[in-house]
């Protein structure tokens, strides 16, 4: 079965990942339409998205036109009904099964191109389980995106065992040709590729702090000037979100009875506290509004 060029892009959630993936639409010529709950949580996601735009032309990316023309391209509503005409929407809401199953189950019923692509952006749930709690799982799939998106180049790619190849093969070719991303493609397992190997390098990352075994600085300064990775493993959880990365540990823990995916009790208590990281303006280090290390 043939299937039209995607041109029309629903985005689910304006938060770091959902603002990035609209963002980089945009920047590649399509239509996007974002959802929001409320109007101050769009107002947000635009402002968000505007402020990447404005660094995309300060250091030389994009062009002022092209950033007016991004902007032009992006739509906010409220209404999850407005999604009916878009050929792929890609939910990136908070990193929570139920959540993200109802947002999906909502839009099969509402996108009408029965060769549509209901992505998830999920860091770490199989998609089979998102995918079965719509009626239509050849629908659901998998792509994964890195934070920040417009920097860095990689979609993880997957399909589960009901997953349509029409639907695989439309969402690989906008990700790679109009987007312009590397796709890789993993099996339906808690994690996929790069969480499965990122995160218990984060969660030992942290156990080394809650041990008093290293401080923070050195762990981060080891990996950056020994290792050459461009942020130490705790910035890295902090830009990644405390939230997101316990949700993650979680969801592999489940799958896989792994103790290194066991979320220390720091991580924990972190969350509990609301230091979650560069978004809440305090993790591990503490944040200025701009998002600039202020204090150690
Ligand atoms: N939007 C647009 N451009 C951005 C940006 C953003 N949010 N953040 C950085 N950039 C651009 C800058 O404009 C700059 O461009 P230039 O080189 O042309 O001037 C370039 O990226 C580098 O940025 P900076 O000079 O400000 O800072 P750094 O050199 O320290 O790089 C970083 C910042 C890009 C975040 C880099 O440290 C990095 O790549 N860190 C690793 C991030 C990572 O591992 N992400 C994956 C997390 S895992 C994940 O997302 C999966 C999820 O499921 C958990």
């Not at 992006?74 to 947002?103: H, N, P, Y």
């Not at 993650?248 to 792994?258: L, Q």
Request: proline residues 4%; aromatic residues 6%; glycine residues 8%.
């Amino acid at each position: 079965m043939t299937s039209e060029k995607i041109q029309r892009v629903g985005v689910i959630g304006a938060g770091i990942m959902g603002a990035g993936i609209a963002e980089v639409c945009a920047r590649a010529h399509v239509d996007v339409l974002v959802f929001e709950q409320t109007r101050e949580l769009a107002a947000a996601g635009r402002a968000r998205i505007l402020r990447s735009l404005d660094r995309g032309v300060s250091s030389g990316k994009i062009t002022e036109r092209e950033r007016e023309q991004a902007a032009w391209r992006l739509r906010f509503t409220s209404d999850l009904g407005d999604f009916a005409d878009r050929q792929l929407v890609v939910e990136a809401v908070v990193e929570d099964e139920k959540v993200k199953s109802e947002i999906l189950a909502e839009l099969d019923k509402i996108v009408t191109d029965p060769n549509a692509v209901l992505a998830s952006n999920t860091s770490s749930i199989p998609i089979m389980k998102l995918g079965i709690a719509t009626g239509a799982p050849e629908r659901v799939i998998g792509m994964h995106f890195f934070n920040p998106v417009p920097v860095l180049p990689l979609v993880e790619l997957v399909t589960t065992l009901k997953t349509s190849p029409t639907v695989a093969e439309r969402a690989e070719a906008f990700a790679a040709d109009v987007l312009g991303k590397q796709v890789v493609r993993s099996s339906d397992r808690a994690g996929f590729i790069a969480n499965a190997l990122l995160v218990p390098y984060l969660l030992s990352a942290i156990r080394m702090v809650e041990s008093g075994f290293a401080t923070k600085e050195d762990i981060d300064k080891t990996m950056v000037l020994g290792c050459a990775h461009p942020m130490g493993p705790l910035a890295l959880t902090d830009l990644v979100g405390l939230d997101t990365v316990k949700s993650i540990a979680d969801s592999m823990y489940e799958e896989f009875k792994e103790p290194l995916y066991s979320a220390p009790p720091l991580l924990q208590r972190m969350v509990e506290a609301g230091l979650v990281g560069k978004k809440s303006g305090a993790g591990f280090y503490e944040y200025a509004d701009n998002g600039r290390t202020v204090k150690k």
